[in-house]
């Protein structure tokens, strides 16, 4: 079975709902076929002095929408702990 995203790793996207703004970081795909995408927002400086890196946020896949933007990496197995997890189930 072939399972095909309609957004990849590092696409910065905008959630239709609450206007929320980030960088697809992890995709989660249930066994209901829900698809959820993490995504993190953009720090100011402030944040970035004072040791604030919020947590990334979970959205299902049919609220998002392109919002222009790639972020490029380098990507490797690191196999290190994952700090952002979906806290919510997918309903449909």
């Known amino acids: 079975m072939k399972v095909e995203f309609m957004f990849g790793l590092g ?3 905008l959630d239709k709902v609450s206007g929320f703004k980030g960088t697809v970081t992890s995709v989660t ?3 209901n ?3 959820q ?3 993190k927002a953009k720090l100011s400086k402030v ?3 004072k040791g604030e890196f919020p947590e990334g946020q979970f959205f299902d896949e ?3 929408e392109p919002a222009g933007g ?3 990496t ?3 197995n690191t196999g290190g702990q994952k700090t952002d997890t979906p806290s919510s189930t997918c309903h449909r």
């Open 11 to 13: 696409d910065v996207l």
């Open 29 to 31: 795909m249930y066994l």
């Open 33 to 35: 076929g829900c698809k």
């Open 37 to 39: 995408y993490c995504l």
């Open 47 to 49: 944040q970035i002095t």
């Open 62 to 64: 049919e609220q998002l």
């Open 70 to 72: 790639k972020v490029k």
């Open 74 to 76: 380098t990507r490797s």
